[in-house]
């Protein structure tokens, strides 16, 4: 993740430590993810332990940079702050 806005300079992290509280949007989306998988291969067959988990594993290993930053972007936007207005890319460019 960058440190900072490309567009308008603006500081990511808050203060030290501020993405800590995103592990539990991360975990929040692996249980969904676990839930989702799990439920998934109920539906098409009757699997053994093993293959539960090996599935489950796999695809929270696939989808685990994207948990990572999407759980920072989350994170951010509920406690941070910051609110994306797509606009401010055209003021800047009005003013300068």
């Known amino acids: 993740m960058n440190p900072q806005c490309s567009e308008c300079g603006l500081h990511y992290e808050r203060e ?3 993405f800590f509280g ?3 949007i991360s ?3 692996s249980v969904a993810i676990f839930v989702a998988v799990g439920v998934a291969l109920s539906f098409l ?3 053994s ?3 539960y988990l090996l599935a489950i ?3 929270i290993a696939l989808l685990l940079p994207f948990l990572f930053r999407y759980s920072r972007i989350l ?3 509920l406690f941070g702050g910051v609110d994306y207005e797509p606009a401010y ?3 800047v460019s009005e003013v300068g």
């Open 75 to 77: 994170f951010l936007y």
């Open 89 to 91: 890319k055209k003021k």
């Open 45 to 47: 067959g009757d699997f």
């Open 49 to 51: 332990l093993e293959i």
């Open 57 to 59: 594993i796999g695809v």
């Open 27 to 29: 975990y929040a989306f």
């Open 22 to 24: 995103a592990m539990y």
């Open 16 to 18: 030290p430590g501020f």
